[in-house]
T-cell receptor
Framework: AQSVAQPEDQVNVAEGNPLTVKCTYSVSGNPYLFWYVQYPNRGLQFLLKYITGDNLVKGSYGFEAEFNKSQTSFHLKKPSALVSDSALYFC???????????FGKGTHLIIQP | GAVVSQHPSRVICKSGTSVKIECRSLDFQATTMFWYRQFPKQSLMLMATSNEGSKATYEQGVEKDKFLINHASLTLSTLTVTSAHPEDSSFYICSTLLSTDTQYFGPGTRLTVL
């Protein structure tokens, strides 16, 4: 069975500072890793994914994530946070193809002006 | 722009009634769609995988007779919550596979059962 852990319920960052939202995963085989963002009462918006290739992947809105196979991690990062980045962030994993996603519990990111 | 739409966005019904939620892929054909459920302040849980022209595949613990899924065309999947009860109140979200491995999500449907 596959699983995703997001150890932080909430992350607080001052505007302009770098941010990191942590994610670790467990899956048999090669992982397909994703980050999504959810705004209140809305569906999820795709940010980025890692399937294969370069361990550092770049996505929407200036976000990036680094795949670390030895640590089974896929942390989300951004060099300079914006207040508008405040939202609920989900890390997810699948076995690829037409597999459904297994989500982490989500991390509230709060960017303070 | 949006690639997946859901209707209705919000529905309130009485206990014992059935509710149908539609999920449409916009501007592309979706052989596979997924249905997820999200409880307040919690994560999304995969309910079932909807395959066009065949029966849906349900996750363990999801009652297939209660949550009826129909994927009759390449652009439409429906989820019907039958004989709804207050514990079925939740946020239901569908997704489609736009590429071979990336899911794009609809805006969700808030179901409240009184």
């Amino acid at each position: 069975a596959q699983s995703v852990a997001q150890p932080e319920d909430q992350v607080n960052v001052a505007e302009g500072n770098p941010l990191t939202v942590k994610c670790t995963y467990s899956v048999s085989g090669n992982p397909y890793l994703f980050w999504y963002v959810q705004y209140p009462n809305r569906g999820l918006q795709f940010l980025l994914k890692y399937i294969t290739g370069d361990n550092l992947v770049k996505g929407s809105y200036g976000f990036e994530a680094e795949f670390n196979k030895s640590q089974t991690s896929f942390h989300l990062k951004k060099p300079s946070a914006l207040v508008s980045d405040s939202a609920l962030y989900f890390c997810a994993v699948s076995g690829g193809g037409a597999d459904g996603l297994t989500f982490g519990k989500g991390t509230h990111l709060i960017i303070q002006p | 722009g949006a690639v997946v739409s859901q209707h209705p966005s919000r529905v309130i019904c009485k206990s014992g009634t059935s509710v149908k939620i539609e999920c449409r892929s916009l501007d592309f054909q979706a052989t596979t769609m997924f249905w997820y459920r999200q409880f307040p302040k919690q994560s999304l849980m995969l309910m079932a995988t909807s395959n066009e022209g065949s029966k849906a595949t349900y996750e363990q613990g999801v009652e297939k007779d209660k949550f009826l899924i129909n994927h009759a065309s390449l652009t439409l999947s429906t989820l019907t919550v039958t004989s709804a009860h207050p514990e079925d109140s939740s946020f239901y979200i569908c997704s489609t596979l736009l590429s071979t491995d990336t899911q794009y999500f609809g805006p969700g449907t808030r179901l409240t059962v009184l």
